[in-house]
């Protein structure tokens, strides 16, 4: 069978891209295995604050409401979700350290299993495993408003002091924001879908824009393989910068074989 | 449960599954195994979910059962809930059980409620959106910084391009909006959108090879 038969010829320059991003970050993964080489990555205020946020909840006695999102495991949206999953386990760990409360709402039924492990998870690495209460897992439904007026309901009945949102979230990202403003929390929020993150700027103490969000768990690892991840994604970065001015460079001069490959 | 049916297995899993759908994305392979595994695994997702549905409901019915049993804050909302959802599913399995409609369409009585009842309240909560909206741009809008200031113009300028008063007072404004939409704003969009890009990879590749394993339970 000739390779050129069975391959998608569409996807000629996708697959070209992803085939050297990935080797770009596999460089990076084994050039930092066990610390032989530790990349400095620039600090991230929006993950930064979340001790500060989790420490005054603790402070205040009042607690904290945590949100993924609309995603779950089953759509293109589900490394925001995952992404997510991943805070969530660092911010339940700090939660149970202080001795906060900390309410997580999924969207998603699908996610519910996950979250029950990654919070049980945390509650183990605190130390505290018996302080693990599952009914701080709270499934409001599957519709976009309901959910997003259950949460906002739970942030006002419960007066929480902080409020993490970290996922794909739609047109229901303000008034969860919203919401946590009116109860004076500190908010930290966080998305990819980049038509919603003006709304988290705005509102929230903290935004995470997008690719940061991608980034929380490997940063909040303090991992050096997973940081070394990221020192590849930003060669990956670089390399897309070239590509930019070089077509610019190109289309200029009336070459057009590098738009055409990019089916542009 | 041993570290390798917790850690190991889910990672081998996530793997595999992982790089059969890479190799189905990019490549055709009729009626081979690789395209029948992807066809499979992609339908499997559908039972799954259709599991994980009833994990949602018995979670939300627990959490509210016991909220009543403990006599717990606002335990009589939890009353509503409950049965809002018992009342539903009846509905629903009325349409089944008197075969008005076939099995995966709703009955009129279903329908009814959705439309009549559900659909209104979610349409009143989608308008208080606006509100939202005009307390969040106002604190926004503050003369605070040069951030705020910039925002303060742009989101100004926008407003008068849309709105149709705009247009009257000044026929520029409109072709200001424009201007605004698809060159700063799209350049802006578009360089999140690689980052973001490029930060899925990342993560896609750290979740493959095992890395990154937050998501997964706990090791003990």
Do not use: C
Not at chain 1, 67 to 77: F, K, N, P, S, V
Not at chain 1, 79 to 87: K, M
Not at chain 1, 176 to 196: D, K, P, R
Not at chain 2, 186 to 197: L, S, V
């Amino acid at each position: 069978m000739n390779i050129t038969e069975i391959f998608n010829e569409g996807l000629v320059a996708s697959f070209v891209l992803l085939v050297i991003v990935v080797v770009e970050s596999l460089i990076a993964l084994y050039l930092t295995r066990g610390g032989k080489y530790l990349p400095k990555i620039r600090r991230i205020p929006g993950l930064e604050a979340i001790e500060e946020a989790v420490g005054r909840a603790t402070e205040m006695g009042r607690p904290i409401v945590y949100t993924t999102g609309l995603g779950g495991i089953r759509d293109q949206y589900y490394y925001q979700t995952i992404s997510g999953l991943n805070i969530l386990g660092y911010t339940t760990e700090l939660a149970a350290k202080y001795g906060a409360k900390l309410l997580y709402f999924p969207y998603d039924p699908t996610i519910i299993p996950m979250a029950v492990d990654v919070m049980e998870q945390a509650y183990i690495r605190a130390g505290k495993p018996e302080a693990f209460d599952q009914e701080n897992i709270q499934y409001l439904g599957g519709d976009q408003f309901a959910w997003a007026f259950g949460v906002l309901g739970a942030t006002q009945r419960e007066q929480s002091a902080a409020n993490f949102h970290m996922g794909p979230f739609w047109a229901e990202s303000l008034i969860l924001a919203e919401s946590g403003f009116y109860t004076g929390a500190i908010q930290v929020a966080g998305t990819a879908n980049y038509h919603q993150i003006q709304f988290f700027v705005v509102a929230a103490d903290y935004a995470l824009i997008g690719e940061e969000l991608m980034a929380a768990g490997a940063y909040l690892s303090k991992d050096p393989t997973q940081i070394g991840s990221l020192w590849g994604a930003d060669f990956a970065k670089i390399m897309v910068i070239i590509l930019l001015v070089l077509g610019v460079i190109l289309t200029a001069a009336g070459v057009t074989e590098l738009n055409d490959f990019f089916g542009l | 449960m041993s570290l390798v049916v917790k850690r190991h297995i889910p990672l081998a899993i996530t793997f595999v599954m992982g790089i059969i759908m890479v190799i189905a994305t990019y490549f055709f392979f009729p009626e081979t195994p690789a395209r029948i595994a992807s066809t499979q695994l992609t339908a499997s997702v559908d039972i799954l979910v259709a599991t994980a549905g009833v994990i949602g409901i018995v979670v939300l019915l627990r959490h509210h059962g016991l909220n009543i049993s403990r006599r717990g804050r606002f335990w009589k909302y939890s009353i509503i809930t409950i049965i809002g959802v018992v009342l539903y599913l009846i509905v629903g399995l009325y349409g089944i059980a008197t075969h008005e409609r076939h099995l995966m369409l709703a009955s009129e009585l279903f329908e009814w409620v959705y439309i009549q009842l559900y659909t209104s309240m979610d349409m009143t909560i989608f308008s208080l959106l606006a509100f939202f909206i005009v307390s969040a741009a106002y604190r926004a809008f503050r003369l605070r910084s040069l951030e705020a200031s910039v925002l303060l113009v742009v989101g100004s300028l926008m407003l008068l391009g849309r709105a149709p008063i705009g247009g009257v007072i000044w026929e520029g404004f409109p072709t200001i909006a424009d201007w605004l939409l698809t060159v700063p704003n799209a350049a802006g969009n578009r360089a999140i959108t690689i980052g973001i890009a490029v930060g899925a990879i990342s993560l896609a590749i750290r979740q493959l090879m095992g890395v990154e394993r937050g998501y997964l339970g706990p090791e003990r």
